[in-house]
């Protein structure tokens, strides 16, 4: 019987918990690789000391802290969290991947759009040179070349743009807001806003996993590109609130540190041009039909329980 076993770094996470849900609706046994114990994890060092558990056909990496944790400052020290937690995590994979007997078929890594300089000019596409002029990209250059698997192992980078969706990342942080009425663009709202869908994002993932042609980076945006103006006006209106109060990009600057707050206050046009010829069907393509989605205080499925 072919091998249904799938390892997840970080698989505990927003992202994580929603692909291990999809995996398993779709007959896979997933197991996450996490810092804390709990029924489906193994520890970092028990995969470094063990390897692979047996029968593993994908692993995939979204362990990383997360850039906006609010409740801690961008001092050097946490920066090289943020570096760390992504760098070692990909590398432990990939050695345990390397080392291994019983190969998997593909190692899926998630990175982000942040490998690209951000510009109100500039169109990127998976072919697009990766700068590494910023703190972000710089990472993301480190970050993929942490991933290092030797072949037949397919190696499959994802830069995803802004995940939406109800329960995690930027949508969590600006639901209540928004909900209140007090939303509103973020500085000019001209800047780009890459982003995806979750079920689109973590779909993707599995048509990386299931199809043997996939391989490379791939652009894990909506191939409708928007700004950050053209997101409040969709996000307000699907919950039929105003959104008349701007936040200056000088008082994130502030709070966040600019270096932070750029993930906000810039923007990258991201195209999404081999995941197309891939001929992967998106279920939410119009920010309009994501917002209805999420748009919701307490919608039915609760994916995070
Ligand atoms: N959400 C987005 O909009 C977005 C966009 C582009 C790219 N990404 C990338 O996709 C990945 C997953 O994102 P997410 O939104 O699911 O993040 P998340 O909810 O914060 O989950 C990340 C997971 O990483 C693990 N982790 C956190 N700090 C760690 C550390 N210091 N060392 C090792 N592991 C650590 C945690 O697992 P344990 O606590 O179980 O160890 C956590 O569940 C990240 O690398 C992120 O940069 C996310």
Redesign the pocket.
């Known amino acids: 019987m072919a091998a249904r076993n799938i390892l997840i770094g970080?698989?505990?996470?927003?992202?994580?918990k929603n692909l291990g849900e999809l995996l398993i609706a779709n007959g896979y046994n997933v197991m996450?690789v996490?810092?804390?114990p709990g029924t489906s994890?193994i520890s970092?060092s028990k995969l470094e000391l063990s390897g692979l558990p047996t029968r593993t056909c994908a692993v995939i990496n979204?362990?990383?802290?997360?850039?906006m944790d609010f409740t801690k400052s961008w001092t050097p020290g946490f920066k090289q969290?943020v570096q760390?937690?992504?760098i070692y995590?990909t590398k432990a994979l990939a050695k345990a991947i390397n080392q291994s007997k019983d190969k998997p078929k593909v190692f899926v890594l998630?990175?982000?759009?942040g490998a690209y300089e951000p510009s109100e000019r500039n169109k990127y596409d998976e072919s697009s040179p990766t700068t590494g002029i910023d703190f972000f990209s710089r990472l993301t250059v480190e970050w993929e070349k942490a991933a290092c698997v030797d072949p037949p192992v397919r190696l499959v980078i994802i830069r995803?743009?802004?995940?939406l969706g109800r329960w995690?990342?930027?949508i969590k942080n600006m639901f209540v807001p928004f909900y209140l009425g007090f939303g509103g663009r973020i500085g000019s709202g001209k800047q780009y806003l890459p982003w995806i869908h979750i079920d689109d994002l973590t779909g993707l993932i599995k048509f990386a996993v299931e199809n043997d042609n996939v391989q490379g980076v791939l652009n894990g945006v909506s191939p409708k590109v928007i700004t950050n103006e053209e997101f409040t006006q969709s996000f307000a209106k699907a919950l039929r609130r105003p959104a008349f109060l701007p936040v200056p990009e000088s008082v994130l600057n502030f709070l966040l540190n600019s270096e932070r707050a750029m993930l906000m206050t810039k923007g990258q046009y991201v195209i999404p041009k081999r995941v197309l010829e891939y001929g992967f069907k998106y279920r939410y393509e119009n920010i309009e039909d994501a917002c209805q989605e999420f748009a919701h205080l307490c919608p039915k499925k609760h994916p995070l329980k």
């Open positions: 970080g698989g505990t996470g927003f992202i994580g996450n996490a810092r804390m994890n970092w979204l362990a990383g802290q997360q850039f969290n760390n937690s992504r995590t998630v990175t982000g759009v995803s743009g802004v995940v995690g990342g930027m």
